[in-house]
């Protein structure tokens, strides 16, 4: 017997082994609707009472807000977003850690959501006047590469989140604020080795040896196994019919074994638009006792079609049927910017998201021109 705890939720049970004496949250596939687990991990069992508490906390539900940001004219600068309350109607520009680099605020404090989720943010450009040093080095002290940046005249200091040029196979050991020498007009970032990883496709196979799905994780380059407990994407109806570490064979794959899930129902799914009218219909297989299903195990969502809300879905008992609200997809497409000298010497590569059709850009919406031109 399974026990959702916070003062009793819900009561559950599972399949163990005779002589297991714990089990992962990951198999647990009937969590409360509308709570989520406060804890994950290894559960022990009570042998005396052959049971188990799970601790779960009720969920805060959110929305994305899209932010524009835009200058004084109103003229794009650059998207961005945050999530905020279900229920908020606007937000503070104290929580904005993205103004675009090389702008400032216009105005701060609180800022309307527009019905739409989406709020305009207005920006100005910044004033530089003073170029600092960037002293790149190791651990040790050692000069790994020398770059700089521009600030403002007084500025004491600068976050890490706006360098752009950290050298190629080092990443930065210290994240955040960096002090500036008022001395030598510079300032040390220290820097390490990355360290590299390998690619591992994964065999999802049954108990015959028979592919059921492929996919991939990524590893130390150096691992010679895994543990099955990392693994997020387990074909949806299988489950994992041994745990524990899974040998990586020498040319980077690795035979999971599977098995199939024994499901006692089938519910029929409704793809709507936000209309209500129908688009589709499917269905799924879930556990008998199943009250909604999560829009991730979703495989066959009408082409030309995204789901317009994610998450948990409730069924319907008495149609044993449930509906998921649909809108199409606006198709995008990407575009490679080169930046380039009046004498055609290339800079910097920069790249957009714009509509499919589209056969031109602004230069207003470009974010990334390399720092100095």
């Known amino acids: ?16 082994d005779m002589e297991a004496t714990y089990f992962n949250t990951s198999i647990l596939t009937d969590i409360p609707y509308g709570w989520e687990l406060a804890n994950v991990g290894d559960i022990p069992v009570d042998f005396e009472t052959n049971s188990a508490d ?12 899209i932010i524009n940001y835009v200058d004084e004219e109103g003229n794009s600068v650059a998207t961005s977003g945050i999530v905020v309350d279900e229920e908020a109607t606007y937000f503070n520009t104290s929580i904005l850690k993205d103004v675009p680099y090389g702008w400032e605020l216009a105005n701060v404090g609180d800022i309307t959501i ?14 530089y006047q003073r170029d600092v040093i960037i002293n790149y080095v ?30 190629y196979g080092w990443e930065l050991a210290n994240v955040g604020d960096i002090p500036v020498d008022f001395e030598t007009n510079s300032a040390d970032v220290v820097v390490r080795q990355k360290k590299y990883t390998k690619d591992v ?26 543990n099955t407990s990392i693994l997020k994407d387990v074909p949806y109806g299988w489950e994992l019919a041994n745990v524990g570490d899974i040998t990586i064979n020498e040319d980077n794959t690795a ?3 599977v098995r199939q899930k024994v499901y006692q129902r089938d519910v029929v799914i ?4 936000e209309e209500g009218n129908n688009i589709l219909t499917s269905g799924i297989k879930l556990d008998e006792n199943a009250t909604y299903f999560n829009t991730s195990i979703l495989t066959d969502v009408p082409y030309g079609w995204e789901i317009a809300v994610v998450g948990d879905i409730p069924v319907d008992f008495e149609t044993n049927s449930a509906n998921v609200v649909v809108r199409q997809k606006k198709y995008t497409k990407d575009v490679t910017v080169k930046y380039v000298t009046e004498e055609g010497e290339e800079v910097g590569t920069g790249t957009l998201v714009v509509d499919e059709k589209d056969t031109y850009i602004n230069t207003s919406i470009l974010t990334d021109v390399p720092e100095g031109m």
Request: glycine share 4%.
């Open 255 to 257: 035979d999971v074994v």
């Open 54 to 65: 799970v601790v779960v906390r009720q969920k805060k539900y959110t929305k994305d807000v």
């Open 201 to 226: 496709i994964i065999n999802y196979v049954d108990e015959e040896g028979n592919s059921v799905a492929t996919s991939g994780i990524v590893v130390d380059e150096e691992a010679t196994y895994f």
């Open 1 to 16: 017997m399974i026990t959702y705890l916070r003062n009793n939720v819900a009561t559950s049970g599972i399949k163990l």
């Open 270 to 273: 409704n793809y709507v638009d």
């Open 138 to 167: 190791d651990e040790e002290g050692n000069n790994v590469a020398t770059s700089g940046i521009k600030l403002d005249m007084e500025a004491t200091y600068f976050n890490t989140s706006i360098l752009t040029d950290i050298p």
């Open 114 to 127: 527009n019905e739409d989720n989406t709020a305009d943010v207005v920006v100005r450009q910044k004033v």
